[in-house]
């Protein structure tokens, strides 16, 4: 009887796992045959070449840049404001605040991470944008900058809380080793428990990064949909995932060219997530030796 | 130690007046009713010692009698625990090191520590020598060089790690491990070291490098040593001091200890009939 009752769990268990992994094969494959399919028409190197993008348009073109550009640039700044924020933030609990503090302060700052995206977009387009444009009166209704900064806020906690565990994790005996040498608390927090949490750190950024180009309500709604090849954080941009949204919910034909772009350029973004993922995975998995 | 069968008799007395001659000196640490408590619970329950300067001082005692707590009081260890409060003063070089105006890593500085489990920094092994140096400010790279050459040799390890010196200190073995971490203390020169159970994750030929060397270090530190093994405190101090419960029980030479304990309790503790 007990045999049946595990050979049923193990089973399911089995099953559930197979699911998920054909699903993720079944959106592979999907992905692999649409972009095939776009590929017979476009050249790749005109893909990765060309500086407009304007499938909508009947002068067509078919350059990722300035979707890729308009990604980078939103999370490079989303980065740029959420890294020295949570860092601080992850040094101030684990080597500051009492311990009382930092087991209320911790939940309350991960809520920010589940604060509905669309929120958040609404929020850049409505409160931050037109506070950013009484500092920078350039700055366009639709920018980059905005969008940046409040996806940067949304990731502060997968920073702040991911690199906190880390420093956390850093044996007591190596906080002891270094005051013990008359190290301040300053000096043993940056040069040795830093140090040693560094790849726990690092984590946290490249799950904050593929988080952040991943993103897409926040950009869809505040950064604009104009592909542009630009660095200039104060122009409507284009995020891959603000043109997948935009052309999903537009009424393009299915099997069309304009259909097909949007598996083009899901791929595009999914190589670079997965990418991302797998380096957090590697570093992870080398942290984890080393500390056996 | 184990001179005193091969030497004529009034050697042995001569030898003797010098640990008593010692006696005499002024204390380097001087404890006087001091107590300890984690919130409402007394782990040091007001007791009063004398370290005197180049000896070996053994902390004895059952687990949870507070040797550990009482050792972390010389280097204001016990300061990151949150529920940790103290009355009674500690005097260093005559200096109360719980006055407000001590500088805690200065004191540090001039009293080292050596933990239980060997705990190198994730660093080379040069690194972990030249550590406390650094963070003193020190920047003259020749200096460091030799410092960190001198405290590996002091530890005798030098021979084992000089073509090694930028491997990570976690490369080595334990006993290699802890003879570095006894090196890192040295190497900003303390005038004490603690030593809470250093040998007790360690195998016996480890354990017998690092004895060999607490002799060898006695000529220029103070030294106090917390351990659970009776054969270790007998062979290697020259006091040996006895808790139970938080409180001093006997303090004494350790051949006093160890040969005629003046009470019942450290004479049960030393045969093993309890702890
Ligand atoms: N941080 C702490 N918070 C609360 N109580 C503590 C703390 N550290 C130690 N104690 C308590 O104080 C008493 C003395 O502990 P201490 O570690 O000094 O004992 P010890 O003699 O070193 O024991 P062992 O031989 O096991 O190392 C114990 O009862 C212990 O539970
Ligand atoms: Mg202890």
Known sequence: ???????????????????????????????????????????????????????????????????????????????????????????????????????????????????????????????????????????????????????????????????????HAVPKELREAAFGMGATKLQTAFKVIVPAASSGIIVSIILAISRAIGETMIVAIAAGQQPRLTLDPTVPIETITAYIVQVSLGDVQHGSMEYRTIFAAGITLFVFTFLLNSLSYWIRKKYQEKYE | MEISMEKPIDEVIVLDNIIDLSLKKTPKIAVSNVKVWYDDFQAIKGIDMEIKPNTVTAFIGPSGCGKSTFLRLFNRMNDYVDSFKMEGKIKIDSKNIYKKKINVEELRKEVGMVFQKPNPFPKSIFENVAYGLKIQGIKDKKFIKERVESSLKQVALWNEVKDNLNKSGLALSGGQQQRLCIARTLAVEPSIILMDEPTSALDPISTAKIEELIFELKKKYTIVIVTHNMQQASRISDYTAFFYLGALIEFDKTKTIFTNPSKEQTENYITGRFG
Not at chain 1, 5 to 26: C, F, H, N, P, Q
Not at chain 1, 108 to 134: D, I, R
Request: aromatic share 12%; proline share 5%; glycine share 6%.
């Open chain 1, 1 to 167: 009887m007990r045999k049946i009752k595990e050979l049923v769990i193990e089973k399911s268990l089995l099953t559930s796992a197979l699911i998920t992994i054909a699903v993720t094969i079944g959106i592979i494959l999907v992905l692999s045959i649409e972009t095939f399919r776009f590929f017979s028409e476009v050249s790749i190197i005109d893909f990765f070449t060309d500086t407009q993008w304007t499938p909508l348009f009947t002068e067509k073109h078919f350059g990722i840049l300035p979707l890729l550009s308009g990604t980078l640039l939103t999370s490079f700044i989303a980065i740029a404001f959420a890294l020295p924020v949570g860092l601080s933030i992850s040094i101030y609990l684990s080597e500051y605040a009492p311990k009382s503090f930092r087991k209320t302060i911790k939940p309350l700052l991960e809520l920010l991470a589940s604060v509905p995206t669309v929120v958040y977009g609404f929020f850049a387009l409505v409160v931050v944008t037109p506070f950013l444009q009484g500092i920078f009166p350039n700055l366009s209704g639709f920018n980059s900058l905005s969008a940046g900064i409040v996806m940067g806020i949304m990731i502060i906690p997968y920073i702040s809380s991911i690199s906190e565990d880390a420093l």
